[in-house]
């Protein structure tokens, strides 16, 4: 195994500085010096970030192994890196990438020494979505902290600096060196079902100041952010994953509600940005999402606002990149577009080849494919991957889900915890007016391998407040024979605690919420996911907006349920009237205390 020091021998004596404030270029000398000894394969390779099935990287469990055969032609980690040379492996929990913390830890480990032992070999970018809140791959007992929009409901910069620093020494001490986070969206579409509570909010500068924040602690971590999805994805109605999302802001409203957090992710020094596979008409009427579009990636963002670090794609198995273009033309298209990573290409095979094929032809200017290797390698070393890219067992343990980072998690989520409706001052409840509370609702999956289901966590939160407490899921589309069950269940309560999910007009869910009112019993609202559910939610007597359903803040609602601590969250984003979507209920800045 190369030892941490002699990494690349050929270049040992070049002592490369990590950059401050931003990409700029302080010591270029190793970059260029390996870049030039490359061939052409290898840079091709360096471009490309791929998944890879198994939580090891060189004995994957068989099911595993037989995925990477059925998705490679290889079975295990280690083989399509050296198949490929790729220069960077995004980890999934789906993909069984991320168990446990020493685990990770192990698997980081096992892919650089097989991409490290490859003739020129060079240390792998590993990379994650672990944005917190809705979207997170490695769950605990790692410190999992409230989500964007809760954290826009706390307004606070430090906090979304403690959270990026906090976040990046955990995953850093997994040996992930990248995170494709924070969300740079402005959600100014509540209809929104793609980004929506992953937003910091609505208001442009408010999110803005907490990218800023959120980079600057990761930077702090030694961990590159990367702020997505350039050039905004916070009003659409359609999710890229699964169809074309079209905005079809101006060039002036672009400016006024989707530039400024990217343009203050640029001035933090962000490390790399993540682009959108959106069209946007008055950027490029060409058509083509902004993933592929030159005008967008190398007009806009390069030239326009002065963005010289790495620039990656969006997953490009989703709909949105591919619905014009097959597999073989949209990483070509995406590299003449300015991009320099490839991110998860559906067959890695047909992509690698493509480029490779697209340069040996002339379409790709091989200076240009230079371009996108340098600053993947400018990266690199600012991160510190060619002196010491291995991580540290005992640092694994001391760091990953340490007492005082579950602690600090606990007290963020506290401050984001927003009092929506309080009729009649009915919170905080106390055990002794209301010692026995009935908890049904929506149980959502766990979005980052917390405990859960999110009545029973918010049951037991509230059973160590002092209450009795009997739990009743009820789901997310409450069946007759179920709100039937609930209203009798209710008759045994002091008040009645109910999650709600993504309320629609239509939903069962507002018929539960209806039949308990209609028993007499308080009943306590907790929208856990979007905050637009209280507008539906007329006759309740009290509604708390969590912003997600992981154990964090659901401990955090309850908390404020009991008065342990005071409500002190604020809307990030405006609620509108369910009747007249036109007026507002609740604006920016809403929210009760006591």
């Not at 020091?5 to 970059?31: F, K, Q, S, Y």
């Not at 295990?76 to 999934?92: D, N, P, Q, S």
Request: proline share 7%.
């Amino acid at each position: 195994m190369p030892s941490r020091r002699t990494v690349l021998a050929a270049t040992a004596g070049v002592t490369a500085a990590l950059a401050v404030g931003g990409p700029a270029h302080a010591d270029e000398r190793r970059p260029r010096e390996l870049l030039s000894r490359m061939t052409l394969e290898e840079k091709v390779g360096q471009v490309f970030v791929s998944r890879v099935h198994g939580h090891s990287a060189t004995a994957p469990d068989p099911a595993d192994a037989d995925a990477n055969l059925a998705d490679f032609g290889v079975r295990t980690g280690a083989e399509l890196l050296a198949r490929y040379r790729l220069g960077g492996v995004i980890y999934f929990a789906w993909a069984h990438n991320t168990r446990a913390p020493q685990q990770i830890a192990d698997l980081s480990d096992g892919l650089q020494r097989a991409s490290l032992g490859q003739p020129r070999g060079l240390p792998v970018l590993i990379t994650t979505d672990q944005e917190h809140g809705a979207v997170c791959r490695v769950g605990r007992p790692a410190t999992l902290f409230p989500g964007a929009m809760a954290i826009g409901a706390g307004g606070s910069r430090d906090d979304a600096r403690t959270l990026g620093r906090i976040a990046g020494t955990e995953l850093r001490a997994m040996g992930i060196r990248q995170n494709y986070s924070p969300v740079a969206d402005v959600n100014v579409n509540p209809a929104n079902p793609v980004i929506g509570v992953r937003s910091f909010g609505a208001g442009p500068d408010a999110v803005a100041a907490l990218v800023t924040a959120e980079v600057e602690g990761y930077r702090a971590a030694g961990v590159a952010a990367t702020a997505k999805h350039f050039p905004g994805h916070g009003d659409t109605t359609v999710d890229s994953h699964t169809g074309f999302p079209v905005i079809t802001h101006t060039r002036q409203e672009w400016e006024a509600l989707d530039a400024a957090p990217f343009r203050a992710a640029i001035a933090a020094g962000v490390d790399s940005l993540m682009t959108a596979h959106i069209v946007v008409p008055s950027l490029d009427a060409s058509g083509d999402p902004a993933t592929l579009s030159r005008p967008v990636v190398t007009g806009l963002l390069r030239e326009e606002l002065g963005y010289d670090g790495v620039v990656v794609t969006d997953a490009l198995d989703m709909a949105g990149v591919h619905t014009k273009y097959g597999d073989d033309r949209v990483p070509v298209l995406a590299l003449k577009a300015g991009v320099d990573q490839l991110l998860n290409p559906p067959k890695l095979d047909v992509a690698w080849n493509a480029v490779l094929k697209a340069v040996r032809g002339g379409e790709l200017a091989e200076e240009r494919l230079d371009e996108a290797v340098l600053r993947i390698l400018r990266l690199k070393e600012r991160l510190g991957l060619f002196d010491d890219p291995y991580t540290d067992p005992a640092g694994v343990a001391r760091t990953v889900g340490a007492p005082e980072h579950l602690a600090t998690a606990d007290l963020l989520a506290e401050r984001t915890t927003t009092l929506l409706v309080n009729e009649g001052g009915v919170l905080p409840l106390s055990p002794r007016s209301h010692p026995a509370l009935l908890v049904v609702g929506a149980d959502p999956a766990s979005p980052t391998g917390t405990t859960g289901p999110p009545t029973g966590v918010l049951a037991a939160a509230l059973a160590a407040q002092g209450f009795r407490t009997t739990t009743l899921p009820t789901g997310t589309a409450p069946s007759a024979e179920t709100i039937a069950q609930a209203v009798a269940a209710a008759g045994e309560a002091s008040a009645v605690v109910v999650t709600t999910y993504n309320v629609t007009a239509d939903s069962a869910q507002r018929t539960l919420v209806e039949r308990l009112s209609a028993t007499g019993r308080p009943v306590i609202a907790v929208a856990v996911r979007n905050p637009y559910d209280v507008a539906r939610l007329p006759s309740v007597t009290a509604c708390l907006a969590t912003y997600c359903w992981t154990d964090v803040e659901l401990r955090a609602a309850a908390r404020v349920i009991a008065g342990t601590v005071r409500p002190q969250g604020k809307l990030p984003v405006p609620v509108q009237r369910a009747d007249d979507p036109a007026r507002v209920l609740y604006p920016i800045g809403h929210g009760l205390t006591y």
